[in-house]
């Protein structure tokens, strides 16, 4: 439940130390002063004081010329954009603790070790961050600790910059002096602070390695992938007379897909750029195991014994013994009369029609982890052949969206977890809550949640973070990150 609290001061903090704090990217400051728990603030920026003590890779908001573009600060005022609470102070004194305090914030040990040479002690305070609803503007004041604001302002907590169980764990790490998890993704994210800001690609993988990194609230904008476009014209296509089209669709359908060929015979190929032509097969796949295909686009004809027949004839001329190893597929968007589907059925030939291939391929544009080619092999190997093949794809298609769908709502069960009583909740506590909450026809056991959540707490997914590693799956502690969105 949101609650309110009455702010009528404001903390002076260096200017790139209150935008660290506002993206997310630090939970600690360094007053000059010991502040109690429990009090609550605005935050001020001053001048841009506290540049040198910054870490170079932290300075995302310094352009190649140099100067620090401060939206915080303007000539004759200040722009206050959050309210923060102090949860915890700390004091150091030590070299030891100031290497591990540069190693969990944006300070240079460096910077820290200079500061601690000006003061007796280092307050670090551990502030949770709030923004503000409208910025407020007053005028610069001189440089102190605490100074009054022109109005009091009365604000919520409804807009907190990082979610409880991310701020806990960040907390935790800060006040024991923890390690990050992830020096090497750090590391990365450093290197990619001033390329994101010409490069979206690296923008897109800045913003999410800061979210996976606890950096960030945020989930990046998804980006549509670009091939979407030609994707969903491979149905109409297929169901038009332009045969030499769809041809190169169902190449670049392929290869999207992650099949490959290195085979320079244009006559068996899978360049999209040089289709077969008179006499060449339609497409060729290599890997990861061999396909052969004939396209047939139709606006309304059915389709003659004449396309399997091709199939058979150009894959025993191209491909020799090779033929009879490959998994042989003819995509139709027309109906196959009878003879026809009476050559596909004997010789194990799978019809498939031009509207599932856009679906198969979309579904691996929009999830590109989704589609497992050697789970789709035995679904393309086994019976039944002919038109009923299509079926059994559009039911591998199900199966894979099904899965997916699983994946969402365990990430689903464990935001809600942390959002309610349980801040880390255990495997046990998210296999009684999805079986609560999303279970239908069938409930979730304990092994396939352990697995699940331990795939999506993976660096490479990033739904899901893991804030201790037990010396069994029983003590692994989960805590939600960004959601699973599918897009049927």
């Known amino acids: 439940m949101s609650y309110s609290v009455f702010v009528d001061t404001a903390l002076q903090l260096p200017a790139p130390d209150v935008e660290a704090l506002i993206e997310g990217r630090v939970i600690a400051a360094m007053p ?15 001048d841009n004081s506290n ?6 890779k932290q300075m995302s908001l310094f352009p190649e010329l140099g100067q620090l573009e401060l939206p915080l600060v303007m000539l004759d005022k200040v722009s206050i954009k959050a309210w923060a609470r102090c949860e915890f102070c700390q004091i150091l004194n030590d070299a030891e603790s100031l290497e591990a305090l540069s190693r969990l914030t944006v300070w240079k040990t460096e910077g820290l070790q200079q500061t601690l040479l000006q003061r007796r002690y280092i307050f670090v305070t551990h502030l949770r961050v709030y923004l503000l609803p409208q910025p407020l503007e007053m005028p610069v004041q001189p440089s102190g600790n605490f100074v009054s604001l022109p109005k009091s302002l009365t604000v919520t907590d409804s807009t907190p910059v990082l979610s409880e169980s991310i701020f806990a764990k960040r907390r935790q790490q800060l006040e024991k002096l923890e390690p990050p998890e992830y020096p090497e993704l750090e590391e990365l994210q450093s290197a990619l602070v001033h390329l994101s800001t010409t490069n979206p690609k690296a923008k897109q993988l800045d913003e999410e390695i800061k979210m996976f990194l606890g950096w960030s609230e945020k989930s990046p904008t998804t980006r549509l992938d670009p091939d979407l476009g030609w994707i969903k014209a491979i149905s109409q296509i297929g169901n038009s007379s332009d045969g030499h089209g769809f041809e190169k669709l169902v190449r670049k359908g392929f290869i999207k897909l992650g099949f490959g060929n290195s085979n320079s015979n244009p006559k068996a190929s899978l360049n999209p750029e040089s289709t077969g032509g008179a006499g060449g097969l339609d497409f060729y796949c290599e890997t990861p195991y061999q396909v052969v295909g004939e396209c047939k686009a139709t606006k309304s004809e059915t389709v003659a014994d004449g396309t399997p027949a091709q199939l058979i004839k150009l894959g025993h001329k191209h491909l020799q013994e090779q033929y009879n190893c ?8 027309g109906q196959l009369n009878r003879h026809a589907h009476k050559t596909a059925i004997g010789n194990q030939m799978n019809v498939i029609r031009p509207e599932t291939l856009q679906k198969l391929v979309e579904l691996k544009a ?17 019976e039944p052949f002919g ?3 299509d079926v059994k794809v559009n039911r591998y298609i199900e199966r894979v969206w099904e899965n997916l769908k699983v994946r969402s709502q365990i990430v689903q069960a464990v935001k809600q977890l942390c959002y309610s009583d349980s801040e880390f909740p255990t495997v ?6 999805y079986n609560a909450k999303f279970a239908t026809d069938f409930k979730l056991t304990y092994q396939s949640v352990s697995d699940l959540t331990i795939e999506l707490s993976s660096p490479l997914t990033g739904y899901l973070g893991r804030r201790e590693k037990g010396n069994d799956a029983e003590g692994d502690r989960f805590y939600f990150l960004r959601d699973l969105l599918l897009d049927d």
């Not at 929009?366 to 086994?382: E, F, M, R, T």
């Open 51 to 56: 540049m040198s003590l910054m870490k170079p």
């Open 387 to 389: 038109e009923d093949a």
């Open 428 to 433: 046990v506590e998210i296999k009684v809550q």
């Open 366 to 382: 929009k999830h590109p982890g989704s589609v497992n080619l050697l789970d789709l092999k035995p679904c393309l190997q086994k």
């Open 32 to 46: 000059r002063i010991f502040i109690e728990p429990g009090r609550s603030f605005a935050l001020y920026p001053v």
């Open 326 to 333: 490959c998994i042989k597929i003819i995509m139709a968007a």
